[in-house]
């Protein structure tokens, strides 16, 4: 396998993660995003965030530690702006901010967590009965465990595909249909303060083929 580069300069270097691939390895058990880009580019990389197994997307490594200390540091913070596109399930709002305290990695603890979300665009299906599904925007303003996944099924639009939160109906007809048997949510921009430069840094991408499909289907273009 061979990661998509999106931007690469002497500090940083910014990949596509397809869904399926984990952002690196914990016990070295699997083969992550870190190494196999660490083979491709024939150099160490330092994990600054992460983004889940099933979450296709934008995926940033540092090229030193320095760096790495820095850009986890924005990333932990409210300077980074991170943008995901979500199929949900119902007619989701137009627009609205979620601030639902979450759990810490599903302990008791809750922590302050909040989303933006905008709905790009709808559809009515009927599959044996009547549904409704949205396309969503959503921007995390913090960095909870499952953030998005958890928020929209707060509001009654869990996301489809996803087997922990969302609805098993919904899962059941994206795999039967579209073959999708994965949550689907793409990281599909970036944007941080590159200080060395003076400069913002400003990446997109497009979700992966199986996502695509699934916007097709339903008339959707971004």
Partial sequence: MKLKVISQDARYVAVHKPSGLVTYSDDGSVKGAKEILEKQTKKKLFPVHRIDKDTCGLLVFALNDGVARELTALFRSRVVKKKYLAVVHGLAPAKGVIDEPLEKNKEKHKEPAITEFTRLASVDVDWGEPRQYSLVRCEMKTGRYHQIRRHMRVIGHPLCGDPEYGNGWDNKEFLARFGIERTLLSAVAV????????????????????????????????
């Fill in 191 to 222: 944007d941080f303060p590159d200080r060395a430069e003076q400069k913002m840094i400003r990446l997109k991408t497009t979700p992966d083929p199986d996502f695509m499909k699934v916007l097709g289907a339903f008339g959707w273009k971004l």
